[in-house]
């Protein structure tokens, strides 16, 4: 009687645990899915203006044709990218091409004087800055998830119940210093 | 004696009646509540506060300051998740405000960073003095809740000359009692009537100041009436979990929410006025703003005693230690005799102790003073925690806790006073440091803080750059 009533407890506390880690679980994995979401809504704000940048400079400077369609070419790969590691790849890629643009735009101070361009770029910088936060937000959610995937006693649950680590979203090279976003 | 006691009893009693009528006469008209509505009138969320605040300012203030400033472009809040949002200057010219709109603008532009961004947590950061910065907020916010004639300072001059020269009797029969009581002999009453009169009349000058304030005026009781009207018609679109960044969608309703005290969550997200956390800071390090956990203990079981103590003290705690451990063991080897039967004398025990308890920190405290490390990182807490405390002084532990971007936790180091005193958050600085016991023996400024208050320069301070 007495081995069985430990054996209860024993079996009690175990799923308790179970229980207890697995939820912990789901809700770091809810948050970094959330984290996912406010970086892909700003992200799908940049790919947008993308086509009005484009359009404005071509207006001025038809023939840096090379430079636009590296550009588009681009945010077509970044539009179609999927999950952290694709993205930010392709994201690096088009911000790489967007500083290009605006190199090349420097040419044309008609371009650079124009109201229309002027708040497309401070748009543009202004998206590039809430990206970099929610990169950071959505990298320190991926940490705390990663941690309780990785680590004891949690690890057991997760190994169970099919929690797997998830990829961190890497920044552009030159930002990893101190990060100053413009263009 | 009895007599003269009776008399200053007698005109205080009239002194006070005259202040009770003088109360009476310059209180508040009463505020009726106006029916529900949604109209606003021209008054700001500052001075909605303050009127509907029973002419007192709160905090909420500030943070409905700023929620107006969103609603009318001239900042815009942004939430990047449910724990961040930032505060964004705006690129455009900058509309006419307000002198307290102007100072709370102000601490924003102090705080951004490069980009022109603050996150709204990290609004409470910031070198400023906040007792002083709050005081002109108020006292803005007050010129214009009287410039418009809705408030006005509760005693009138001819009532504070008539309150104050009327404290004059009492001051005097006081003195003539003290005078009555006190003098000797030897001496003149001057001495004794001179001393209880001033004593009286300095009281009753000090009272009168002290029941000085705000009051409304009948134009500020009817708009305080209409304003309790929105309140209620506010309270009704439960705005108490809206965000501060739902302010794009509110616009102006917002922040007269926030004043009126039914949008609790926008406040609590701006904590303009708002002293910062000693446990959570935001550190802008790199660029980004971001959250820090600082804890003042150390990790493990010795950080607790030994954590952010300089070597003297750790060596100190280290012998006092030895004293309980000692007889703890010595206690547990005569248990183990009698009961075990071991062959190993109690003081033997007792001295084994002492030396696990003492030795180990003691060889930790020894190679970790020799083998000092550099640390680089921005100082996002100066702290002084209370170590001893009698009638006379008080000393302190002095702390600074460095963000040096590898963690979110981050332990904060002890430091020598006058070390600490040449520090200001926000500063980037190299230290030599013992990273177990974690006591900093060197501090170098290698970028002054943006908080730094004058030209930003550090060279006046001798202990800037070590030691």
Redesign the interface.
């Known amino acids: 009687m007495t081995t069985l009533l430990v054996v209860l407890l024993i079996m009690v506390t175990l799923v308790a645990a179970l229980v207890v880690f697995y939820n912990r679980l789901v809700t770091s994995r809810n948050a970094v899915d ?2 996912w979401a ?1 970086i892909d809504v700003q992200l799908r704000r940049r790919h947008e203006l993308i086509p009005n940048l484009v359009e404005t400079v071509k207006g001025y400077a038809a023939h840096e044709r090379q430079t636009l369609e590296a550009v588009t070419a681009a945010r077509a790969v970044a539009v179609s990218a999927t999950g952290p590691a694709e993205q930010a790849a392709a994201e690096n890629a088009l911000t790489g091409a967007l500083r290009s643009l605006f190199a090349v735009a420097e040419a044309y101070p008609q371009l650079q004087a124009g109201r229309n361009f002027s708040a497309l770029q ?1 748009e543009l910088s ?1 998206t590039e ?2 990206i ?3 990169r ?2 959505y990298n ?2 991926v940490l705390g998830y990663n941690n309780a995937v990785q680590t004891v006693p949690t690890t057991i649950v997760a190994g169970i119940t099919g929690f797997r680590v998830r990829e961190y979203f890497a920044a552009p090279d030159e930002e990893r ?5 413009r263009f | 004696m009895p007599l003269a006691l009776l008399a200053t009893a007698v005109v205080l009693g009239a002194w006070f009646a005259l202040l009770a009528v003088l109360l009476a006469a310059s209180r508040t008209p009463p505020v009726r509540p106006g029916p529900a509505t949604g109209a606003l009138r021209p008054e700001s969320p500052a001075v909605v506060d303050l009127l509907t605040g029973d002419w007192e300012l709160c905090d909420e203030a500030a943070s409905a300051t700023l929620l107006d400033l969103a609603a009318r472009r001239v900042v815009t809040l ?1 939430e ?3 724990e ?1 949002a ?1 505060v ?1 200057l705006g ?1 455009g010219e900058q509309a006419e405000l307000t002198p307290y709109e102007q100072l709370v603008l102000d601490h924003v532009r102090e705080l951004a ?3 022109g ?1 603050v996150a709204t947590g990290a609004l409470a950061e910031g070198a400023r003095n906040l007792g002083g910065w709050w005081a002109a907020f108020t006292r803005a916010v007050i010129a214009e809740a009287r410039a418009a004639g809705l408030s006005r300072r509760r005693w009138s001059g001819p009532q504070r000359t008539i309150l104050v020269g009327a404290a004059l009797v009492p001051g005097a029969a006081a003195g003539i009692a003290a005078a009555v009581a006190f003098t000797k002999p030897d001496d003149g009453p001057l001495g004794p009537f001179f001393g209880g009169a001033l004593l009286v009349v300095a009281a009753l000058s000090a009272l009168v100041e002290r029941l000085d304030g705000e009051r409304g005026t009948e134009a500020g009781a009817a708009a305080a009436g209409h304003w309790l009207g929105v309140r209620e018609h506010l309270r009704g679109a439960r705005l108490l979990e809206a965000p501060a960044a739902a302010v794009t969608i509110w616009g102006r309703p917002l922040a007269y929410a926030a004043a009126l005290g039914v949008a609790g969550r926008a406040v609590a997200g701006l904590p303009v006025a708002t002293p910062a956390d000693d446990s959570r800071a935001w550190s802008d ?6 959250v820090v956990r600082v804890e003042y203990r150390g990790p493990g079981p010795w950080g607790r005693f030994f954590w952010g103590r300089s070597p003297l003290q750790q060596l100190g705690r280290l012998l006092l230690a030895a004293i309980p451990s000692a007889g703890f063991a010595f206690v547990l080897g005569i248990l183990a005799r009698a009961l075990l039967g071991s062959p190993v004398e109690p003081e033997v025990f007792g001295v084994l102790g002492a030396v696990v308890v003492v030795g180990v920190p003691l060889l930790r405290l020894a190679l970790d003073t020799l083998a000092r490390s550099t640390v680089e990182g921005q100082v996002v807490r100066l702290r002084g925690k209370v170590r001893s405390q009698n009638d006379s002084s008080t000393t302190y532990d002095h702390y600074v806790a460095l963000d040096d971007g590898h963690s ?1 936790t981050v332990y904060a180091f002890g430091i020598a006073e006058d070390r600490w005193n040449s520090l200001v958050e926000g500063d980037v600085v190299r230290a030599t440091a013992a990273r177990r016991s974690g006591w900093i023996h060197e501090v170098e400024v290698v970028t002054a803080s943006r908080h730094r208050p004058g030209d930003g320069s550090v060279g006046e301070s001798p202990v800037a750059s070590g030691s």
Do not use: F, K, M
């Open positions: 959330n984290a406010q401070g202004d800055n809430r970099a936060y929610s950071q937000y320190d959610a210093g101190p990060v100053q976003v | 942004e990047i998740g449910p961040l930032l964004r690129r960073t490069a980009d961004v390090r790199g660029g980004l703003w971001h979110r």
